[in-house]
């Protein structure tokens, strides 16, 4: 059972920078995608970035793309998104998640929904200040 922790959010007024972080255990297999999704109220899930254990590619969604970086370091089991240049839209709870059969082409072209992940971090809640 993959078991994800979440921290680093908070408040942070527009223009600001904020980076999460995700450690990840209880690891089956040995490459996972590993997303960043957040959900606004009254909205829906949204998947913003993604990358696949071990590779280099990664994905973005138009709305955060050129402003947030997905990273990972893999001796810690952790993967990171960087928020720069915060805007009043990105207020939302952030989620991390894993799964280990979303291909790895898919995984860094964005070709899935929430619903193909399987694990899923508590969230940690981002609040931009306009």
């Known amino acids: 059972q993959v078991h994800l922790v979440e921290s680093g959010g908070g408040s942070v007024q527009a223009g600001g920078s904020l980076r999460l972080s995700c450690v990840a255990s209880?690891?089956?297999?040995?490459?996972?995608?590993m997303a960043w999704f957040r959900q606004a109220p009254g909205k829906e899930r949204e998947g913003v970035a993604a990358?696949?254990?071990?590779?280099?590619?990664?994905y973005y969604s138009r709305s955060v793309k050129g402003r947030f970086t997905i990273s990972q370091d893999n001796a810690k089991n952790t993967h990171y998104l960087q928020m720069n240049s915060l805007k009043f839209d990105d207020t939302a709870v952030y989620y991390c998640?894993?799964?280990?059969?979303?291909?790895?082409?898919?995984?860094?072209?964005?070709?899935?929904?929430?619903?193909?992940?399987?694990?899923w971090g508590q969230g940690t809640q981002v609040t931009v200040s306009s």
């Open positions: 998640a894993a799964d280990a059969w979303v291909p790895k082409y898919d995984c860094y072209s964005g070709s899935w929904a929430f619903a193909d992940f399987a694990y």
């Open positions: 209880g690891y089956t297999y040995s490459s996972y995608c």
């Open positions: 990358i696949y254990t071990g590779g280099k590619k990664t």
